[in-house]
């Protein structure tokens, strides 16, 4: 309990009508009264300091805690920064390769596109190749009647031309493209073993005499009347004894 000092009171007119005035400072009283004072203000400092100490203490820790709250949240954001940094680049990759995946896709469907052409180009090349293929087949059965009808028509032939070459004494011989070589001998009196011969072209709509040895002046004339006639027999006949005149030096005959 705080000292609570008495008050300190006096009489000016007793004191100044004694012979020997004086005033009673009472000052051990007063020494302790400065005394408590003193403690009471060294206690009033103390209390302050403590008081401020532990405020400085908390606002230290405060502070501490702060700046802690506050480096975690900097932290905090610079890792923010780093991932946005990080998703920024991950989406232009992103960007990048669905921008590759767009021209991929692009680039397949042309490929499919021009895939579905070449298909129908080659299915068309297909009916085609059907077609010509039953069409084929057809002129190979065709052919093999025909074949059959110029064996059996061969048939007949053979004998007559086996004998119209003995009376001419000539060989006909078929070569490629449809040629015939027709040879003679026993045509020149004096050398019954020379051979005269010509081939005959009837490839086409009218009959061609490609060669003759030796050669035949009136030749023209009488490919003429064999495309009027189409009687091959008597063309044969008729040049065997165009290469007999010339041959013997005889007279032009008639050929009309």
């Known amino acids: 309990m705080a000292y609570a ?48 100490t532990d405020r400085r203490t908390k606002d230290a820790v405060e502070k501490k805690k702060t700046q802690d709250r506050s480096q975690k949240i900097e932290s905090e954001i610079s890792k923010c920064k780093v991932q946005e940094i990080e998703l920024m680049a991950t989406l232009e990759k992103e960007q990048a390769e669905r921008k590759d995946a767009e021209l991929a896709v692009a680039a397949f469907r042309r490929q499919i596109a021009s895939l579905h052409e070449r298909s129908a180009t080659m299915q068309a090349q297909i009916d085609e190749y059907r077609a010509l293929i039953g069409s084929l087949k057809t002129a190979v059965i065709d052919k093999g009647k025909e074949r059959s009808t110029l064996n059996a028509h061969a048939s007949r032939v053979v004998p007559e031309l086996h004998a119209f070459e003995r009376l001419l004494a000539c ?8 040629q015939l070589l027709i040879s003679f001998r026993c045509v020149d009196i004096s050398d019954p073993d020379r051979e005269f011969s010509f081939i005959l072209d009837v490839s086409g709509p009218n009959y061609k005499v490609v060669k003759t040895s030796p050669p035949l002046p009136s030749l023209p004339l009488l490919v003429d009347r ?3 006639t189409q009687d091959i027999f008597a063309f044969i006949v008729q040049i065997r004894q165009e290469f007999h005149r010339i041959a013997n030096g005889e007279e032009n005959m008639d050929v009309s």
């Open 171 to 178: 060989a006909i011989e078929g070569m490629e493209k449809e």
């Open 5 to 52: 000092p008495r008050g300190f009171h006096f009489d000016l007119k007793t004191v100044l009508s004694n012979p020997s005035p004086h005033i009673n400072l009472d000052i051990p009283v007063y020494e302790e009264t400065l005394q408590n004072f003193l403690k009471a203000v060294n206690n009033y400092k103390n209390r302050s300091i403590a008081t401020i």
């Open 226 to 228: 064999l495309n009027i």
